[in-house]
């Protein structure tokens, strides 16, 4: 009680103060404890002081805390330079990618440190024809470093020393009221880095966060920008939201904004699959649930669910024509990834994953003798079994044919004999067992049929 009442008047006041362009935020406004700083983001933040630097936490976490989640990773802003930053922490190391940044470990926490920049003046800057920025790496200071951030609530910097934030652009008030919105003009600012745009999206839906009406407006008319951003970061946004824990909100927005076409190969694969989508939209949510169990997703696992539709519409369209099961499988597989491959949508490191649990899944029907022990011996029987599950709840598969794999894996070794089916009478080893429910969907379907 005398608590919540010494918070309130000290609430009361609290007060904003301005410094240079600044205003300060104190903790008693905003109520973010340096305890909720990560070890590794604190000791930096700390180290750099003591050695005479600026230093915030920055960015994503920030924002993250003052919304009452939980942030991914700190990140920490300061004037050092790479070099400087460098020195003060032994176990630290510059990685270079556009811009340099400095990474220091604590154990298994790796505090990504970047040095203060500046958005390049528009006489210098580089740019391609339509205007989006090809360079941006040059140093600036914390005011600077706040308005080359995207939107205002991705642009504060919080001191933990002093429990303060920093905040040029509004974006206090603005993460109060749940309101995304860009620093500065949206049109400049999507022609300088479209990918903005995607970020919008995402991070709208995965932090519950409106989209402000003029950061929102411009891009329907501005989407076809995203053309001329490299295909690789594109991949790399596009599998943020699938792995976001929000995938199927931000397909839906995506989708709203009309921002779905043509956008990536893998993202129309997607979206415009007809007989597919429900099977995509339950591995979605599937995938958003376990990252909202903390638990792990494999990209591997989320591209085969994406691309199985069309593996088994060329399965398909090869037995027709009188291919055998195996071989034809081997073909569809190879033929859909070749295509993946040449519009670089999907890494080919996944490759071997995919197949797998491709593969695994005509060998679920196969429950009698031995095999089915041999089955649960694969390496990615626990991936493949999770699929099987997937396509029974899509209706793909019949639902039996899980649950009989759900029980099988833990029974005894008693419950495992009475389950196994009989071998059938004068059945040729390899010769596949015909469909025993639903011949008809079956047929159409499923590839171990
Ligand atoms: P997440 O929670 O997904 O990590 P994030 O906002 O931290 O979200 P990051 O990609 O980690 O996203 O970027 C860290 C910070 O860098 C952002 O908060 C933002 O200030 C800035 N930033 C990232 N991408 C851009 C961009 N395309 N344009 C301008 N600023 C960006
Ligand atoms: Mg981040």
Redesign the pocket.
Known sequence: MIKKFLKRVFRKSAKVRSSGNAQIIPFELHGVSSDQISYGGKRVTDGLQAAGYQAYV????V??LLLQRT???F?VATDATPEQVRRVFRRSRIIGRRFQLVHVMFGEEVV?V?TFRSLIEAEDAQTDEHGRLLRDNQFGDQEQDAA????T???LFYDPATQEIHDFHNGYADTRKQVLRI?GDAKV?YR??P??ML?AV??SA??GMKLEAATEAPIAAMKDLLENVPQARLLDEVL?MLL?GHSVECIQQLRRMNLHHGLLPLLDIILEQPMGEKFVMLALRNTDERIGQEKTVSPAFLFAALLWHEVLAAWNLRVQQGGRPVGAMHEAMDEVLGRQKAQLAIPHRHDAVMKEIWLLQQRFEQRAGQRPFRLLEQPRFRAAFDFLLLRCASGESDDELGLWWDEFQDASAERRAEMLQPEQAGEKKRRRRKPRKKPEAAAAENPAA
Do not use: C, M, T
Request: glycine share 6%; net charge positive; hydrophobic share 30%.
């Open positions: 920055v960015g994503g976490a924002r993250d942030p991914k990773d990140d990504e970047s080359r951030r995207d939107f609530a991705n642009a620093i600012r300088e880095d990918v903005r970020r995402r991070l995965k932090l943020k976001s």
